[in-house]
């Protein structure tokens, strides 16, 4: 089966760290992507991982681990544009894309 | 030049109509999706299309029909629209993988049915 888990909502302060988590069991696990989606606006791709380890962007970070079926994104140095929803994706060689329900993180002055 | 354009936007309609949503992308990509997001934000596959070959087909009603007439285009048609057809449909498309780019996603097509 598939099935993606991350927390509904998490709330941050301007300037500080956070992680957002997400567990998946995926069948024929292909990969793991983050994308961002503001409201009202497509979703757009922040990093994909497929194998273990961390993969860093500037500001953003995404880690992987295949055996533990876990994977977070971590955001640094929070900025108020950060507000957002933070989807994770499993990718399977089926060629299909599944989502979790998403992360909304509101960031705080 | 947007890379997936979608249209319209925003789409209001009754019950039992029928409409279409259109899906362009200029990225020269092979491979076409349509999502469906719900009011829990869930994003789920319905369609994909490969060179004009369909080559994933969801759970969907019957009443979704896609149509690809090249690999740039890929169309949504829904018959008989019910209240629970009422969403965000978002196009995408994809190349290779290898490189971890993804997908991209159009804007997305709001359609409520009233």
């Known amino acids: 089966g598939q099935n993606i888990d991350q927390p509904t909502e998490m709330t941050a302060t301007e300037g500080a760290i956070v992680q957002i988590n997400c567990t998946y069991q995926t069948s024929g696990f292909n990969g793991l992507f983050w994308y961002q989606q503001h409201a009202g606006e497509a979703p757009t791709f922040l990093s994909y991982?497929?194998?273990?380890g961390l993969e860093e962007k500037g500001r953003f970070s995404s880690f992987l681990s295949r055996s533990k079926g876990y994977s977070y994104l971590l955001l640094k140095e929070l900025q108020m544009k950060d507000s957002a929803s933070y989807l994770c994706?499993?990718?399977?060689?089926?060629?299909?894309?599944?989502f979790g329900q998403g992360t909304e993180l509101s960031v705080k002055p | 030049d947007t890379a997936v354009s979608q249209t319209p936007k925003y789409l209001v309609t009754q019950m039992g109509n029928d409409k279409s949503i259109k899906c362009e992308q200029n990225l020269g990509h092979d491979t076409m999706y349509w999502y469906k997001q719900d009011s829990k934000k869930f994003l789920k596959i319905m369609f994909s299309y490969n060179n004009k070959e369909l080559i994933i087909n969801e759970t969907v009603p019957n009443r979704f029909s896609p149509k690809s007439p090249d690999k740039a285009h890929l169309n949504l048609h829904i018959n008989s629209l019910e209240l629970g057809d009422s969403a965000v449909y978002f196009c995408a498309s994809s190349q290779d993988l290898g490189e971890g780019y993804g997908y991209t996603f159009g804007s997305g097509t709001r359609l409520t049915v009233v």
């Open positions: 994706a499993g990718y399977n060689q089926g060629g299909k894309l599944i």
């Open positions: 991982n497929v194998l273990d």
